[in-house]
């Protein structure tokens, strides 16, 4: 069993950034994949950035360039850095944990991009 608890989301201006933090109550280091997915109001809940357990990242087309997803196995925690922001990217955002058994959902962190 993990538990995952995503933190750093708030109010910020267009333009601005923001990094988000999920930290994981045990290791991350045989985790198969860890992900930000992120969900608008109305639409369905779709993957933002992945990073696998070797180390490859994905991300979605919005936000190349933009949003770097990376992780700290000491400190079991994934972090989702994000620039650029415009407020398409208003969402709230879920930290994800891929196991070879089981999969783990964070309880969603809000990110509002306006001014």
């Known amino acids: 069993q993990v538990q995952l608890v995503e933190s750093g989301g708030g109010l910020v201006q267009p333009g601005g950034s923001l990094r988000l933090s999920c930290a994981a109550s045990r290791s991350i280091s045989t985790s198969n994949a860890m992900a930000w997915y992120r969900q608008a109001p109305g639409k369905q809940r779709g993957l933002v950035a992945i990073?696998?357990?070797?180390?490859?990242?994905n991300y979605e087309d919005s936000v190349k360039g933009r949003f770097t997803i990376s992780r700290d196995n000491a400190k079991n925690t994934v972090y989702l850095q994000m620039n650029s922001l415009k407020p398409e990217d208003t969402a709230v955002y879920y930290c994800?944990?891929?196991?070879?058994?089981?999969?783990?959902w964070g309880q969603g962190t809000q990110v509002t991009v306006s001014s």
């Open positions: 994800y944990l891929r196991t070879p058994a089981y999969t783990y």
């Open positions: 990073i696998t357990r070797a180390g490859s990242t």
